[in-house]
């Protein structure tokens, strides 16, 4: 049922990853930028990321439906590790995964936008 | 209202087959009785219908329906072909359905519709979905990518300080009481009780064999037994002489008058028949603190091949018992070792699969308390050279290895080096580094020997660490290197010498990348030279043919002032001078380690001694500057 609605029979190109990435990156750095890791203003700040990043990517005016995911992990010297994979229209749907780092934090934040009628 | 809107409502139309769908269900019916009708006719209108549908519908009268009919029944479609239905319709999904039976048989299967109805209509719901993927056609459903972020853990580093010792057995006191007891109990059969005795005996016999060899293999014992049979064999080995005359009656020879005119007399001799037999002596050094420590380390027995590979033995030379006074083993042949400067219950070896090792003689074991990693990041080959330089408070662990890998290490963490270097010459050879030295008081500038009969010099730190300049004069690979250490009113540190597979013992300056002078006086491969801490123009090297040289420069440049050779003629690996400049320890191939007293007259420098130095180098230079000229013309 649910399928249905995800297509387009739409006149735009395909989701533009490269575009994404810089889009995401400039909103790690407009929150996070050179500071150290608090435990206190994290969650501020994964907040101001996914928001600020869904923003800017609505600004673009296409007609997609945007699924925005950031993780913030300090730097203790434990390991991370996360994968994703979608099954949708290879042609339409896009996603970007954009891994920032500084001094005492890790920040990956994903991107999925999904074509919409 | 799309198709999909309508279902639910027609859903629920189908489990209320009475006045409540009327109301509930439909949007455009605000009339109840009029419903039904409507109802038909807005169904039959909203439908796009196909000619299929317009025939079974219009052929069909529509008839009243009672309550307690299943209203749905209009609605159930029969199985139909689902390529007819459009897109854009109001009202539900279906066809209407097939009027055939008469309303009255069918309220007899009312569930049974019931059902039907459901099952009809989520498989119309799927055909539906499916007309319309068809109807799409272009779109393609696939897998994307798979997305993966890696951040690796960090290995983190921790300090394992080993070297707190465990808490010290009261053993002293122990005994005391042991020994009370012990009194005690033969004080009491002194008294006339026959049964006391029986019991003193009971309880003297109280531990079984078993218990025994519990007690023997416990830390406390051990522990004990090391410390105590330590002291046990110095007491045994002192040959004190408790009749000595001091108004020198007895003194008949006159064994002091020749050994005052003596230069190099051997003092001991250290050999142990376990631990050093087939042994090769790799390296010795003098401990900073107690001038009669001596450590020797040794290669492999070849001959026994279960014992330790590697082993670091202390020698003292204050008590004349010849057994070690702390013996230290390790799984692979120890190639340097030394007391470390600032630490001194510490003992540092390199060995030859490149771990450095450290022992504590506070610690009870033999092995060590403290190993490097056998990783690319530390060594990975023989580590030839290893010193402890800075200060008190500040103090690296410097190691080098033959493949040019130079590490410096924290004692306190030798789980991975703080800074390590390549020594590599002119960005490309890698030099192969055999010896290794620090002036007096500098921790940044060394120079390296190496295979390659070059000498070099290098920076650690600094924009240009590594190899800072290169020093050519020996044909054969490069043994040993030693940097001027006498400290005095005028300043040598800048001089060093090397000595080499090429019988030759080379003078060095590190303001010329020439050697000053070339003693030529071995005629065999020089294995060790080294600087006397004391005098500014006296050093030592040994040789393989057994030899131990002293020269005096000062006195003479061709020929040694002293020279002795050893018994027995065995190859001569390792020098090193005492710190009070007055005894030389050697070792040899044979795993004995020598050490020889220094005649006075040779060993004391008199005041003089540097300003005649500093004629003797002006010497030297102008020779070789004549020599020079001599060759250029």
Sequence with gaps: MTGMEEYNTGSESSFNSEEADSIVKECIESVVGVDDYSQNLVNKWTAGIVERCLTQLVKQGKTYKYIVTCAVMQKTGAGLHTANSCYWDTAMDGSSTVRWENRTMYCVVSVFAVAVA | ?633
């Design chain 2, 1 to 633: 209202m799309t198709p999909k809107t309508c279902l639910p409502f027609i859903f629920i139309l189908s489990f209320l087959p009475s006045v409540c769908p009327f109301v509930v269900c439909h949007p455009y019916c605000m009339h109840t009785h009029s419903l039904l009708p409507y109802l038909s006719h807005s169904l039959t209108h909203s439908l796009s219908l196909t000619h299929f549908d317009l025939h079974t519908l219009t052929a069909q009268p529509l008839r009243v329906v009672t309550e307690d009919t299943c209203l749905f029944h209009y609605l159930v479609p029969a199985p139909m072909s689902p390529s007819n239905k459009s897109v854009g319709s109001d009202a539900g999904s279906q066809d209407s359905g097939d009027g055939n039976a008469g309303p009255r048989s069918v309220c007899v299967y009312n569930l049974h519709c019931v059902l039907l109805c459901i099952a009809n209509l989520f498989m119309c719901d799927l055909i539906f979905t499916m007309v319309c993927v068809c109807r799409r056609g272009a779109v393609r459903l696939g897998m994307s990518k798979l997305t993966q972020v890696d951040f690796a853990p960090k290995e983190l580093v921790s300090y394992c300080k080993e070297t707190q010792t465990a808490t010290e057995a009261l053993t002293h006191t122990d005994q005391k009481a042991d020994e009370e007891e012990d009194e005690e109990i033969t004080a009491r059969p002194i008294g006339d009780d026959a049964q006391e005795e029986k019991d003193e005996h009971d309880t003297a016999k109280e531990l079984t064999e078993e218990e025994k060899l519990q007690v023997l293999h416990s830390e406390d014992f051990l522990s004990f037994f090391e410390r105590g049979s330590r002291i046990v064999e110095r007491a045994l080995a002192e040959h004190v002489d408790v009749c000595f005359d001091y108004s020198g009656r007895d003194l008949e020879d006159k064994e002091g008058d020749l050994q005052a005119g003596a230069k190099l007399v051997l003092n001991r001799q250290f050999a142990d028949e376990r631990w050093t037999k087939n042994r090769v002596v790799t390296c010795l050094d003098w401990s900073p603190q107690y001038p009669e420590l001596l450590m020797a380390s040794y290669n492999n027995n070849e001959d026994a091949p279960h014992e330790p590979d590697g082993v670091a033995l202390v020698w003292n030379l204050k008590y004349k018992k010849g057994t070690p006074e702390y013996i230290f083993h390790c799984q692979s042949e120890v190639m340097s070792a030394g007391f470390a400067k600032f630490h001194p219950n510490l003992v540092v070896g390199g060995t030859y699969s490149g771990q450095i090792v450290l022992w504590d003689n506070r610690s009870n074991k033999r092995t060590p308390v403290q190993r490097t990693p056998l990783s690319a990041a530390a060594h990975t080959h023989p580590v030839y050279c290893v010193n402890v330089v800075g200060t008190q408070n500040a103090n690296n662990l410097i190691s080098i290895s033959t493949d040019g890998k130079m590490c410096s290490w924290s004692l306190d963490m030798l789980s991975q080096p703080q800074d390590s270097l390549e020594l590599v010459f002119k960005q490309s050879k890698a030099v192969a580094v055999t010896s290794m030295a620090f002036p007096v008081g500098d921790v940044n500038n060394f120079v390296v020997g190496s295979e390659d009969g070059s000498v070099y010099t290098a920076c650690r730190h600094g924009s240009k660490a590594g190899i800072t300049e290169v020093f050519e004069g020996h044909h054969g690979p490069v043994t040993g290197l030693s940097c001027h250490s006498a400290g005095g009113p005028v300043d040598f540190s800048h001089l060093f010498i090397s000595s080499s597979f090429d019988w030759t013992v080379k003078l060095w300056s590190t303001k010329s990348t020439r050697p000053l002078y070339s003693f030529e006086d071995s005629c065999d491969y020089v294995y060790d030279a080294m600087w006397s801490p004391t005098h500014p123009a006296l050093f030592a090297c040994v040789d393989l043919a057994g030899r131990l040289d002293l020269w005096n420069l000062n006195n003479d440049t061709e020929v040694p002032t002293a020279s002795v050779c050893v018994e027995g003629a065995p190859a001569l690996n390792r020098v090193r001078w005492a710190q009070s400049g007055k005894e030389i320890a050697t070792g040899d191939s044979e795993g004995q380690v020598q050490v020889y007293d220094v005649g006075e007259q040779i060993c004391v420098p008199k005041a003089d001694e540097w300003t005649r130095f500093v004629r003797t180098l002006a010497e030297i230079n102008e020779s070789r500057d004549e020599a020079e000229e001599l060759a250029n013309v």
